[in-house]
Nanobody, 121 residues
């Protein structure tokens, strides 16, 4: 059993910054790619940022240049740091990770429950 738990959402003023965390726990052998998605009301879920196990990153055009996705492999944790926040960043943010289970050896994608970010004055 593997779980992902996000934290760090809330209300942020336009122009502000945020730091989301996502910690993986359970029967983990290896964590490969870790990703952040977001879904705004009425919109499809979109990929925001991704980081490989070796630290290679990529970002959606909408957040590139004002976001970073660091990871701490010792803590099985990935972060999303965003600044210059806009109202368009308002969404539920989801963490996703590709993880090989130590117990079964299977490789699967796991999702967190989501954390809501509201950018408003």
């Amino acid at each position: 059993q593997v779980q992902l738990e996000e934290s760090g959402g809330g209300l942020v003023q336009p122009g502000g910054s945020l730091r989301l965390s996502c910690a993986a726990s359970g029967s983990i052998s290896t964590i490969y790619h870790m990703r952040w998605y977001r879904q705004a009301p009425g919109n499809q879920r979109e990929l925001v940022a991704v980081i490989s196990s070796s630290g290679i990153t990529n970002y959606a055009d909408s957040v590139r240049g004002r976001s970073t996705i660091p990871r701490d492999n010792a803590k099985n944790t990935v972060y999303l740091e965003m600044n210059s926040l806009k109202s368009e960043d308002t969404a539920v943010y989801y963490c996703q990770a590709t993880i090989r289970s130590r117990r079964s050896g299977s490789l699967d994608d796991y999702w967190g429950q989501g954390t809501r970010v509201t950018v408003s004055s």
